[in-house]
Nanobody
Framework: QAQLVESGGGLVQPGGSLTLSCAAS????????VGWFRQAPGKEREGVVC????????HYSDSVKGRFSISRDNAKNSVYLQMNSLKPEDTAVYYC?????????????????WGQGTQVTVSS
C-alpha cells in the first residue's frame, strides 16, 4: 500500500542542523503537495511547511521561516526538510503527509498517507 517513511531525526544541540527525509513508496510523490507537520508532547499536531505539487510553491509557518527549507527530489521520490538554527521549541515528532494542494496546510485532518514520524530533540 502507498506509504511515506520519514527519517533523519535525532538529538542535536541548539543552533545545530538536521535534514529530514520523506520517502514515498507505491505512489508518485511529485503529483502531490507534501506537508511537514510536528507534534510536541501535550500539544496538537501543527503544520510546519508545505510544498506544492506542480508549481513547487512553498509555505512556511512563521515559527520556522528563515530557518527551515523544504525541497523535492523527484528522481528519488522524496521530499526533504533542511532544518537550521534549531531551537529547543523545535523538539517534536515530525511527520510528512500528502494532499492535493497546500490550501489546508494548517489542518492535519485533510492530509493523507501519514508516515510513522521521526523524533527531533533539540537540547544541550
Amino acid at each position: 500500500q502507498a506509504q511515506l517513511v520519514e527519517s533523519g531525526g535525532g538529538l542535536v544541540q541548539p543552533g545545530g542542523s538536521l535534514t529530514l527525509s520523506c520517502a514515498a513508496s507505491k505512489f508518485t510523490l511529485e503529483y502531490y503537495a507534501v506537508g511537514w507537520f510536528r507534534q510536541a508532547p501535550g500539544k496538537e499536531r501543527e503544520g510546519v511547511v508545505c510544498i506544492g505539487a506542480y508549481d513547487g510553491a512553498t509555505h512556511y509557518s512563521d515559527s520556522v521561516k528563515g530557518r527551515f527549507s523544504i525541497s523535492r527530489d523527484n528522481a528519488k521520490n522524496s521530499v526533504y526538510l533542511q532544518m537550521n538554527s534549531l531551537k529547543p521549541e523545535d523538539t517534536a515528532v515530525y511527520y510528512c503527509a500528502t494532499d492535493w494542494g497546500c490550501t489546508y496546510r494548517n489542518d492535519p485532518n485533510y492530509w493523507k498517507n501519514w508516515g510513522q514520524g521521526t523524533q527531533v530533540t533539540v537540547s544541550s
